[in-house]
């Protein structure tokens, strides 16, 4: 038999949260993702090119999504309005990177709200911090 008021372990947060490409501390599940059609347009030095099969695949050397796209497919999906779309990021999106955060159940939201809100934060080259408070005599 199972004691469900048990205490819980309570879920710690790493020391620079933003660096992480996912966040499951809460109910409302975050991935970062980044826009692989931006590599593309902004001239990414990252991005690598090969042809197999009769097409030209295109990918990232960083390997910040580790998906190789058909560059046909994805030339024509970017001219649609809804574009090309994101693909997951599997290491830390780096500063020239078009990323984003997608929540994926936000009608799971509670009134807490985020419990990582430095997650969003776009990775910089230095550790980030914040003043909450002043003390003054």
């Known amino acids: ?5 048990a205490p819980t372990t309570p879920i710690e947060l ?3 949260p933003q660096d992480e490409v996912e966040c499951r501390r809460c109910e409302v599940h975050c ?3 980044i826009h692989p059609g931006s590599c593309i347009d902004r001239g990414c030095a990252f991005v690598y090119s090969y042809e197999a099969f009769g097409h030209t695949y295109m990918g990232c050397m960083q390997r910040v999504f580790d998906v190789e796209i058909d560059l046909d497919l994805l030339r024509a999906a970017s001219s ?4 090309f ?3 997951v ?3 830390t999106p780096l500063p020239m990177c ?4 997608e929540p994926c159940y936000e009608h799971r939201a509670d009134e807490v709200g985020c419990r990582n809100p430095e997650f969003s934060e776009i990775p910089v080259s230095s ?3 914040r003043v909450f408070a002043s003390l003054s005599d």
């Open 80 to 83: 649609h309005r809804e574009g």
């Open 98 to 101: 078009d990323a984003a955060v």
């Open 85 to 87: 779309g994101a693909v």
């Open 89 to 91: 990021a599997r290491k």
């Open 31 to 33: 991935d970062k993702v």
């Open 1 to 5: 038999m199972t004691d469900s008021l």
């Open 127 to 129: 550790p980030s911090f």
């Open 14 to 16: 790493p020391l620079r």
